[in-house]
C-alpha cells in the first residue's frame, strides 16, 4: 500500500439526478438537465452553489466548465477536466480525478456529472454513415462489425467459451437489475415486472445477447460533489468516502481490429488489484456492487476480475437469485442500473452506490460498509471506486 | 493463393455497405493493395519479427521503424464469432441474421482479422474451426473474408 494515495481524503457529499427519460423524450435541453442535477447535488450537501469550483465528466460531456459556470454564477473555477473515453469507461475515472484535485488541493467542492439527451443530439448504437471507412473501422465496419453491442458480444462469445459459461449467467445479470428497478420509483423500468421468461422470450440483438442483456438509452443528468473528508463531517449528510480510485487499461487493448492480446477481458485485470491494494481491503469485503451494464457479458467478466467470483464458477454466482437483493449474496446494481434505471452513462451507479452507504437505497443491503463501482467493461480506458461510510 | 476457386464478385452483404479506403497517410496502403492482388499481408517487423495488425510505424515489440510486410497462408482458425439478428446499417436492414467471424491466423503470429463466415448464416460454428480466406472483390477494393476449406 502506498501513502501517496487518496485513501480516506475525500467524500462524496452531495447527489443530485433529474427525472431520467426515456430517449429523446426530455421537455428540456441537455444543459437544462446538466444545470438541475449540480444544482440537487450541491443542495444535497448542503452546500452553496457559491462554493463549487471545479468540474470533472468523462465521455466528451458536451456541457463544458465555462459554459456552466457562467449560467450558475460560480465565482471562480480552480479545476476543469475531461476524462478520455468514449462510453462510461470514464464514469469512476472523472469522480477519481475530482478527488485527485481535491486532495491536491487544486479545488476545494468540485462535481463531476454527466448529462444525456439523444434527442437533442442523436442516438448511440448506430452504423457509420458514410460509403468509404478508414483506420480501425476499415477492418470491421464492411463486415457489417458496427455498433457497440457487436463489438462486444465477439468478446462475451470467447469468454463464455473459455469458461463454458451459458446465456444463464447473463439472464441472471439482467434479471438482478430488472427486479432491482422494481423497488426504485426513479427508474424508467419502474412498474415493469420481468421474469427470466421474459428474458428468453426477447429476440436476439446478435448472439450471445438478447434484447436485455443491452442498455437503454436515456435523457437525464446525474451529479455528486466531493470534497475533502474533514470538511466533509460538517455537512447535511454521512459522508461516503473514497477508499480507492483507479483508472486506465491493459497491454494493447483496443488495437485494431479484435487484436488485444487479452481478448475476453473486462479490462479490470491491471485495475482491480491496485483498487484493492489502495483501499487495504480485499473483494470478500465488498458489500454491494454497482457494475456498469453496457452489455451483461461486460458485467460478468466484471465480477471475475475484482475478484467476486471465480471464472469457471461465475454462472453458479450469477444464477439463482445470487445478485438480487436481499437475499443474494452479492446484491449487484440494486437501483436497476444502465439496463433498468437509466443509462446516465453509469453515473447512477456512484449515486446508487453513495445511496447503500447512507442507508438510502430502495434496495438497502442491511449494514453496508463498502461498495464497490465498475465503470465501462470491456473498453479502454475503464475506471473503479472502492466507496466506503 | 489466386486461384479462381476463392475469388469472388458476389457479395454478402447487401449493397451500401461501407466499404474500406486506404489511411491518408499510407500506414495501411500496402494491405489494402495487398487483397486487391488477392494476397494476404500482414506487418512483420525486419528487426524482431514480431508481426502486428493492424499496421503502425513502429513495432510495438521493438520500437523499430524499420517494419516490413509478410504474406500468409490465408488459412485460419475461428476464434470467436457472432450472429447479428439486428443490424444497425441501413443497408442491412430486414436482410436477416448475418455471421462475423474473428480469426486467428497461426503462421503471422496469431493476429487476428474480422470478415464475414461465408455459407448459411443459420450453420453452427464453433472457436476453433478451421477457416481460409475468399478474397470478396468490389469495384476498386477487395474485401477480406472467409468459408469453411474447401467450401
Ligand atoms: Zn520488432
Redesign the interface.
Known amino acids: 500500500m502506498t501513502d501517496y494515495s487518496i485513501k480516506d481524503k475525500v467524500a462524496i457529499v452531495g447527489i443530485g439526478e433529474t427525472r431520467y427519460y426515456k430517449a429523446g423524450q426530455a421537455p428540456v435541453s441537455e444543459f437544462q438537465l446538466a444545470l438541475e442535477a449540480i444544482q440537487k447535488a450541491v443542495a444535497d450537501a448542503g452546500l452553496r452553489i457559491e462554493d463549487v469550483d471545479g468540474f470533472a465528466s468523462y465521455s466528451d460531456d458536451r456541457n463544458d466548465p465555462t459554459r456552466l459556470a457562467g449560467a450558475l454564477g460560480i465565482p471562480q473555477i480552480q479545476f476543469s477536466n475531461m476524462h478520455w473515453g468514449g462510453g462510461g469507461g470514464g464514469m469512476a475515472g472523472a469522480v477519481g480525478n475530482a478527488a485527485a484535485a481535491v486532495v491536491a488541493g487544486y479545488a476545494k467542492h468540485v462535481v463531476a456529472f454527466r448529462a444525456l439527451a439523444q434527442g437533442q443530439f442523436g442516438r448511440f448504437?448506430?452504423?457509420?454513415a458514410?460509403?468509404?471507412?478508414?483506420?480501425?473501422?476499415?477492418?470491421?465496419?464492411?463486415?457489417?462489425?458496427?455498433?457497440p453491442?457487436?463489438m462486444f458480444?465477439?468478446?462475451t462469445?470467447?469468454f463464455m467459451?473459455e469458461h463454458k459459461i451459458s446465456q444463464e449467467a447473463l439472464c441472471g445479470i439482467s434479471l438482478a437489475s430488472y427486479k432491482h428497478a422494481q423497488e426504485n420509483p426513479r427508474a424508467v423500468m419502474y412498474g415493469r415486472p420481468f421474469t427470466r421468461e421474459s428474458y428468453y422470450n426477447a429476440?436476439?440483438?446478435?448472439?450471445?445477447f438478447r434484447l436485455f442483456d443491452c442498455c437503454q438509452e436515456n435523457d437525464g443528468a446525474a451529479a455528486v460533489v466531493l470534497t475533502r473528508a474533514d470538511r466533509a463531517r460538517d455537512l447535511r449528510h454521512k459522508p461516503v468516502y473514497l477508499m480507492a480510485a483507479a483508472q486506465g487499461t491493459g497491454y494493447?487493448q483496443w488495437?485494431?481490429?479484435?487484436?488485444d492480446p487479452d481478448?475476453?477481458t473486462s479490462n479490470f485485470k491491471t485495475l482491480a488489484p491496485r483498487l484493492y491494494d489502495m483501499a487495504g481491503i480485499g473483494p470478500k469485503d465488498v458489500d454491494v456492487a454497482q457494475v456498469y451494464e453496457n452489455f451483461t457479458g461486460g458485467v460478468l467478466m466484471s465480477l471475475v476480475e475484482h475478484g467476486l467470483c471465480d471464472a469457471d464458477e461465475a454462472e453458479a454466482f450469477c444464477t439463482n437469485g445470487n445478485l438480487e437483493w436481499p437475499n443474494g449474496k452479492l446484491p449487484l446494481n440494486t437501483s436497476g442500473g444502465n439496463l433498468a434505471e437509466a443509462y446516465m452513462h453509469g453515473l447512477e451507479l456512484v449515486l446508487e452506490g453513495v445511496r447503500q452507504l447512507r442507508g438510502d437505497s430502495t434496495c438497502q443491503v442491511k449494514d453496508a460498509r463498502v461498495c464497490l463501482v465498475a465503470a465501462g467493461p470491456m473498453v479502454s480506458p475503464v475506471s473503479n471506486l472502492l466507496l466506503r461510510n | 493463393m489466386a486461384s479462381e476457386s476463392n475469388i469472388t464478385t458476389e457479395s454478402y452483404?447487401p449493397e451500401g455497405?461501407?466499404?474500406?479506403?486506404?489511411?491518408?497517410d499510407g500506414l495501411?496502403a500496402p494491405f489494402?493493395e495487398g487483397t486487391r492482388a488477392h494476397t494476404l499481408l500482414v506487418q512483420r517487423c525486419n528487426a524482431c519479427g514480431t508481426f502486428?495488425?493492424?499496421p503502425e510505424w513502429i513495432c510495438?515489440k521493438c520500437r523499430s521503424s524499420d517494419v516490413g510486410w509478410a504474406q500468409c497462408s490465408g488459412r485460419g482458425k475461428v476464434?470467436?464469432?457472432?450472429?447479428?439478428?439486428?443490424?444497425?446499417?441501413?443497408a442491412?436492414r430486414d436482410k436477416g441474421?448475418?455471421l462475423?467471424t474473428?480469426v486467428e491466423l497461426p503462421d503471422a503470429g496469431n493476429?487476428?482479422?474480422?470478415?464475414?463466415l461465408l455459407g448459411d448464416p443459420q450453420q453452427d460454428v464453433k472457436?476453433g474451426d478451421d477457416v481460409e480466406v475468399v478474397w470478396e472483390d468490389h469495384q476498386d477494393v477487395t474485401?477480406v473474408?472467409w468459408r469453411r476449406p474447401g467450401q
Open positions: 448504437g448506430q452504423g457509420h458514410g460509403a468509404r471507412v478508414r483506420g480501425a473501422a476499415a477492418y470491421t465496419a464492411p463486415y457489417g462489425l458496427m455498433s453491442a457487436q458480444a465477439m468478446r462469445q470467447r467459451h429476440r436476439w440483438i446478435v448472439e450471445p494493447r488495437v485494431p481490429a479484435h487484436n481478448y475476453a | 452483404l455497405m461501407p466499404l474500406p479506403a486506404p489511411m491518408p495501411d489494402w502486428q495488425f493492424g510495438h476464434y470467436a464469432f457472432e450472429r447479428v439478428w439486428h443490424p444497425v446499417h441501413k442491412l441474421p448475418y462475423i474473428l493476429v487476428r482479422m474480422v470478415g464475414n472457436i474485401l473474408q
